[in-house]
């Protein structure tokens, strides 16, 4: 299982450094330490809890930013943590938690095995749209 920095996990969250270690240390979420004696946070850990908090306190998250990546046109990316990876025989769906953002996607099964894709990885949603909506709030 991938395990994350607390920096890498602040990343994912939409958060500060400050904010994540302050949730560790509050033991919000659990750590573990590496050889080295770095704080880490277990993927599945992480992945259960950027959904908490995304429900929590919806929309209170830091804003996303755009994650040294492939060079694509896709302009919206969403860099985040693999939440939940259903399968079925042909299709499947991921979802993923960036920061207070919960985005789904419709895939092919192969693609999700291609890539490897499975709870608690980083990954990025990256959206491009011809048609976009803007409501007044």
Sequence with gaps: MQSYTIGQAARL????????RRWAD???????RDEA???LIDGRD????SIEIARSAPGTQGG???EDGPYTTARN???GIVTAVKLGDVAAQVEIQAGPH????????EAVEELGLEVGMRATARVKSTNVHIDRV
Excluded: K, N, Y
């Excluded at 919960?102 to 099964?109: H, K, M, Y």
């Design 77 to 79: 990316a969403f860099p």
């Design 102 to 109: 919960r985005l789904v996607s419709l895939l092919t099964r």
């Design 64 to 66: 996303q930013g755009e």
């Design 46 to 49: 992480l992945a259960a809890f």
């Design 13 to 20: 969250l939409g958060v500060s450094p400050d904010t994540a």
């Design 26 to 32: 509050a033991g919000r979420i659990a750590t573990h």
């Design 37 to 39: 004696g770095r704080r």
